[in-house]
T-cell receptor, first 118, second 110 residues
Framework: GAVVSQHPSRVICKSGTSVKIECRSLDFQATTMFWYRQFPKQSLMLMATSNEGSKATYEQGVEKDKFLINHASLTLSTLTVTSAHPEDSSFYIC??????????????FGPGTRLTVL | QKEVEQDPGPLSVPEGAIVSLNCTYSNSAFQYFMWYRQYSRKGPELLMYTYSSGNKEDGRFTAQVDKSSKYISLFIRDSQPSDSATYLCAMRRGNEKLTFGTGTRLTIIP
């Protein structure tokens, strides 16, 4: 149980295009989803927190107009990187926190999406 | 000073050895402590979760939290080559966001 999927696992795009990454909780309802980015050999950096049906809360320094987050349902959140540039190339990872009380303190991560912007 | 400090390694130990991984932190308000394992180019996988101080054991893994010293540890017994990965400590207060350590790269040598 507690599986989180991401799609696509890998994407290569041209500079200036937009890329959408999906994050799904497969066997539980996620009241809260998180988006991270990770550079090589570095830890996870939280980009934003989203609660179903409300606007995402972005971390300081993260451009909300560039990284659009939608959390339309309890099992799906999307991250859209708009007008991507090479410096946006990174490993993007989502995670989900279940709404069930017994699992509420846990956070489950997706497998990540590697974005390369040419 | 970072809120959570973790030696990035790399750490190499022979197969079968006991591995000790550690993190220190500065925020005494942290209540929940986790250890994640991350294989190369994969998402983190939750290994251990502990609330407040104490020990927790799961198979070959033991997590320890010492809130008085602001120090947490993960021990791996009978280490296997498949344990080779990056281990991330993480912690948080209440429903706030997780704060991660930088991760320790571990290699188990057959």
């Amino acid at each position: 149980g507690a599986v989180v999927s991401q799609h696509p696992s890998r994407v290569i795009c041209k500079s200036g295009t937009s890329v959408k990454i999906e994050c799904r909780s497969l066997d539980f309802q996620a009241t809260t989803m998180f988006w991270y980015r990770q550079f090589p050999k570095q830890s996870l950096m939280l980009m934003a927190t989203s609660n179903e049906g409300s606007k995402a809360t972005y971390e300081q320094g993260v451009e909300k107009d560039k990284f659009l987050i939608n959390h339309a349902s309890l099992t799906l959140s999307t991250l859209t990187v708009t007008s991507a540039h090479p410096e946006d190339s990174s490993f993007y990872i989502c995670s989900a926190r279940p709404g069930l009380a017994e699992l509420y303190n846990e956070q489950f991560f997706g497998p990540g999406t590697r974005l390369t912007v040419l | 000073q970072k809120e959570v400090e973790q030696d990035p390694g790399p750490l190499s130990v022979p197969e079968g050895a006991i591995v000790s991984l550690n993190c220190t932190y500065s925020n005494s308000a942290f209540q929940y402590f986790m250890w994640y394992r991350q294989y190369s180019r994969k998402g983190p996988e939750l290994l251990m979760y502990t609330y407040s101080s104490g020990n927790k054991e799961d198979g070959r893994f033991t997590a320890q939290v010492d809130k008085s010293s602001k120090y947490i540890s993960l021990f791996i017994r009978d280490s296997q080559p498949s344990d080779s990965a990056t281990y991330l400590c993480a912690m948080r207060r209440g429903n706030e966001k997780l704060t991660f350590g930088t991760g320790t790269r571990l290699t188990i040598i057959p």
